[in-house]
């Protein structure tokens, strides 16, 4: 019987080749490097976007330790430290963020990629919602991990606009918060009870939370 053999990945051979999710993850890794500020809105999106480099072969990064021990050509996200290596040699580096700003703008307006730029946009407005939802927590006193749980909700309304969204979180952690006063005390905000609370009086149909339809 003849060997089969596979092919190993490898990494995108242009800019192009990158894709619009990657092309707009390595512009936000770059724009983070260069001017000091997040790479993605929450800590979580910022893992997801190196996440996504790495399955490109774009960056290399540590995990699942936290960081290398010796690796001189390590960098680290300016907010969230996180640690990662660039690997990618089709570009010198010094001109990639333009180049690749410049093939973001060419997909733009392209009508072949209407369904990703959709797909794209849902995924950013999720991350928006959650920072805002984390803000919202945090001012009433509840656990801000509990906006991780916003993407169980989100695909409730597809296409809400952001600013919908955010006044969703803002209703359901005020009524939430209000119900579990009413029902368990003010000690009962910081526990798992305040978070029931919370998502509850989020997803009630036809209130003001985070399910609107």
């Given at each position: ?8 990945p490898s ?8 894709g619009l999710?990657g092309g707009?993850?390595l512009?936000?890794?770059?724009h ?5 500020i997040?790479?993605?809105p929450?800590?979580?999106a910022a893992?997801?976007v190196?996440?996504a480099?790495?399955a ?18 390590a960098?680290d996200?300016?907010?969230e ?12 580096p010094t001109?990639l ?8 703008q060419?997909?733009?307006?392209d009508?072949e990629?209407?369904v ?6 849902d995924?950013?407005a999720?991350?928006e919602?959650e ?5 919202q ?7 801000a991990?509990w906006a991780r749980d916003?993407?169980?909700?989100f ?8 600013a919908?969204?955010r006044?969703?979180?803002?209703a359901?952690v005020?009524?939430g ?6 029902w368990t ?6 526990s798992?009870g305040?978070k ?5 009086e989020?997803s009630k149909?036809g209130?003001a939370g985070l399910?609107v339809h």
């Amino acid at each position: 019987m003849p060997d089969i053999q596979t092919s190993s990945p490898s990494p995108p051979a242009s800019v192009e080749a990158l894709g619009l999710r990657g092309g707009l993850f390595l512009a936000a890794l770059l724009h983070a490097q260069q001017q000091r500020i997040p790479v993605a809105p929450t800590h979580a999106a910022a893992l997801q976007v190196m996440d996504a480099l790495q399955a490109q072969m774009l960056i290399q990064v540590p995990w699942p330790s936290d960081r290398w021990t010796i690796r001189p050509d390590a960098q680290d996200t300016p907010i969230e430290g996180l640690q990662w290596a660039f690997t990618w040699t089709t570009h010198d580096p010094t001109h990639l963020l333009m180049a690749v700003e410049e093939q973001l703008q060419d997909w733009a307006g392209d009508a072949e990629f209407a369904v990703q730029r959709r797909a794209l946009w849902d995924e950013l407005a999720r991350w928006e919602s959650e920072l805002f939802l984390e803000q919202q927590l945090l001012k009433h006193r509840f656990d801000a991990r509990w906006a991780r749980d916003i993407g169980f909700v989100f695909a409730s309304a597809p296409g809400l606009p952001i600013a919908r969204w955010r006044y969703c979180c803002w209703a359901a952690v005020r009524q939430g918060g209000v119900t579990s006063i009413l029902w368990t005390g003010l000690a009962s905000m910081r526990s798992a009870g305040g978070k029931h609370h919370v998502f509850e009086e989020g997803s009630k149909p036809g209130s003001a939370g985070l399910s609107v339809h």
